[in-house]
């Protein structure tokens, strides 16, 4: 096999916190210097939630505006996706973000539940996030986390309401939602090629199926996404010093599996998606 694997890094996410991992970046200069980081481990997307002072989170539109920048300053070419999770805000300020025009930004197309809540995705937002995105030229990532939100996904883009390629990442290893199973995992692999052949797809495992789903899916030719969002340890005993160290984990093993690391050109590529005016 010799397709190149996108490597994404989600580097913050709503949940960790510094008392989790000292190395989780929360302020947006961290933020910045953690995916330069991830960037030179081979990272080509970077994930991006953003948080107050505090630690707590938000989307303020600001905070998203200075990472861009200070993303697009010291990692030119990288693939810029911001988050529209629920854990950040409610109704439509989940994607005020949005007219900063970011490559890709995440979309749940359904609802599921969480470790402590119900993530609720009512199908009026996503259509209204969706729109958004279409009117800004953004692609979504489509974060699924049940089977029927890939086949949503699908739906929605046959009809014209995802813009861009279609790209849903299988979001494995949540408390209450789907556990990183493998046999699911091939089926979710499958559903992709039967359904809208052609279509790349990533998988993300959370904690410590985190390494485990990144082999998965490096091993059957899709994509993966490595973080501190997802995962603040290296294994039980040892903390993860580093949003980089997690990506050049996962690059270890695309070289176990003689797949190269994409660049942030061939991640473009195979997404679809405009090249930066440098």
């Not at 210097?33 to 002072?53: K, L, W, Y």
Request: charged share 20%; hydrophobic share 40%; with cysteine.
């Amino acid at each position: 096999m010799s397709d190149p694997c996108i490597l994404c890094v989600a580097i913050t996410g709503s949940v960790p916190t510094k008392a989790n991992n000292p190395a989780l970046p929360i302020t947006v200069s961290e933020q910045i210097e953690s995916t330069h980081e991830a960037f030179e481990a081979g990272a080509s997307i970077m994930h991006a939630h953003v948080r107050n002072d505090d630690e707590t989170p938000t989307s303020d539109p600001e905070k998203f505006a200075l990472l861009k920048e200070g993303i697009e300053k010291h990692c030119p070419g990288m693939i810029i996706q911001f988050s529209t999770g629920g854990r950040s805000g409610a109704g439509k300020a989940r994607g005020g973000m949005l007219p900063l025009r970011p490559d890709m930004a995440s979309l749940s197309v359904g609802s599921n539940n969480f470790p402590t809540r119900v993530y609720e995705n009512p199908p009026d937002l996503v259509e209204w996030l969706a729109s958004e995105m279409r009117a800004y030229e953004i692609t979504p990532e489509v974060e699924a986390f049940d089977l029927s939100h890939i086949l949503q996904a699908i739906r929605m883009h046959g009809e014209g309401k995802l813009f861009g390629t279609l790209y849903v990442q299988f979001v494995m290893g949540v408390k209450n939602a789907m556990p990183a199973d493998k046999q699911v995992f091939d089926f979710y692999v499958e559903t992709m090629r039967s359904r809208a052949p052609g279509s790349p797809w990533c998988a993300a495992g959370i904690g410590a199926n985190q390494l485990v789903v990144n082999e998965w899916a490096i091993a059957a030719g899709g994509h993966t996404r490595a973080g501190l969002e997802d995962n603040v340890r290296l294994d039980r005993d040892t903390l993860a010093p580093s949003n980089a160290a997690l990506i050049t984990r996962a690059a270890a093993l695309c070289e176990k599996y003689e797949r190269p690391v994409a660049t942030w050109r061939e991640a473009r590529e195979i997404l679809g998606l405009r090249m930066p005016h440098m």
